[in-house]
């Protein structure tokens, strides 16, 4: 019933630039905070930014000055656009989605691989 479809996801450059898509369905999109996560081979799950639903966003340090989120609340997506690369940022990136108001109600995409590499 509930969806995040992660797209955008590939091989980058150091240096260069990937931006990152996600696109929800079957929840009031307008009341949750959206966010991306991500998983590094050997690491544990990190949080790299939120936006909540009036548009307050939240940046992980290593990511912060490099990395944009937004969302589209008319068209039900959230966005991360990713510059400035570092082979650092390789990971699997996950869409994640909770409720403002109910906390427990909380939801994971499949997640998309980003590799940055020359």
């Known amino acids: 019933q509930v969806q995040l479809v992660e797209s955008g996801g590939g091989l980058g450059q150091p240096g260069g630039s990937l931006r990152l898509s996600c696109a929800a369905s079957?929840?009031?999109?307008?009341?949750?905070?959206m966010g991306w996560y991500r998983q590094a081979p050997g690491k544990q799950r990190e949080l790299v930014a939120t936006?909540?639903?009036?548009?307050?966003?939240n940046y992980a340090d290593s990511v912060k000055g490099r990395f944009t989120i937004s969302r589209d609340n008319v068209k039900n997506t959230v966005s991360l656009q990713m510059n400035r690369l570092k082979p650092e940022d390789t990971a699997v990136y996950y869409c994640?989605?909770?409720?403002?108001?109910?906390?427990?109600?909380?939801?994971w995409g499949q997640g998309t691989q980003v590799t940055v590499s020359s």
């Open positions: 994640n989605a909770r409720n403002t108001y109910i906390i427990s109600s909380t939801y």
């Open positions: 079957g929840i009031t999109f307008s009341i949750y905070v």
């Open positions: 936006i909540t639903s009036r548009g307050t966003t």
